[in-house]
């Protein structure tokens, strides 16, 4: 898909959802360790959580998983018995749950003034227009691609409503990328700080301690994370794979 084309479809996704996960709503107490969330980017039913978190200016550990995906899916399916998305783990409570709406609920009584907003707890308007938003991008933030695991998280200052967060995140989903996912929807007490360290109100912003790389724009980001960590993906021939490696040695 060109990048017009992405952008575009990716601004739909955000007309479609009346820009929800824009502005932060009330914040209640701040959870002293991070949560952690398995979930995938073209999931709709992992967008109403991450606009949650969004709304209530959380931060996160990502575990995107794909479909296709090795890397986290198989471990969902050994803490919490099943491959279902979205998945919360909260430390601060010892909760793990399924269920967006149970995760929706507790994230609003936990770490907001105990009531869910209407934009997402309007059950038949919600998922007529989530249902939409996902048709916007159909076929991105989907399927997993071969990756390099970084060895330390990479972090991403992002908000959901954001057309351009959303090419990023879901280039880290495909990949398979875990990453410290933090939100500054406007309105966000944490955008002085993030100016402070990047310079200027801006985002996407990625962060990689691995290489000490950090950036804006969400096209260099989606690049760079393609040269740094994608892997070709493998042939169906795994006999000239193995002659190709061969050749390579030599």
């Keep these: ?146 990756s390099r695991l970084p060895a330390q998280l990479l972090e991403l200052w992002s908000f959901e409503a954001s057309p351009y967060c959303r090419l990023v995140r879901e280039a880290l989903c495909t990949l398979e990328i875990p990453y410290v996912l933090h939100n500054v929807a406007k309105g966000s007490p944490k955008r002085d700080a993030f100016v402070a360290r990047a310079g200027k109100m801006q985002v996407p912003y990625l962060l990689d301690p691995n290489t000490g790389r950090a950036m804006f724009e969400s096209a260099d980001i989606v690049a760079y994370l393609e040269t740094t960590y994608a892997l070709p993906a493998p042939s169906a021939d795994p006999a000239a794979d193995a002659a190709a490696a061969d050749r390579v040695s030599a």
Excluded: W
Aim: aromatic letters at 8%.
């Design 1 to 146: 898909m060109s990048r017009v084309l992405d952008l575009a479809s990716s601004f739909a996704v955000s007309v479609v959802r009346a820009g929800n996960g824009m502005t932060i709503g009330t914040p209640g107490p701040r959870p002293e360790r991070l949560l952690e969330l398995y979930e995938f980017e073209a999931c709709p039913f992992c967008r109403k959580v991450r606009e949650a978190l969004s709304i209530l200016d959380l931060d996160v550990i990502v575990k995107p998983c794909p479909k296709g995906g090795s890397r986290f899916r198989p471990e969902l399916v050994q803490r919490g018995g099943k491959a279902q998305f979205p998945y919360l783990v909260d430390p601060n409570t010892g909760l793990e749950t399924y269920e967006s709406d149970d995760i929706v609920r507790h994230l609003f009584l936990r770490y907001g003034d105990g009531s869910v907003p209407a934009s997402l707890s309007l059950a038949p308007l919600y998922l007529a227009s989530n249902a939409l938003a996902s048709l916007c991008r159909p076929l991105s933030g989907v399927r997993a691609r071969p």
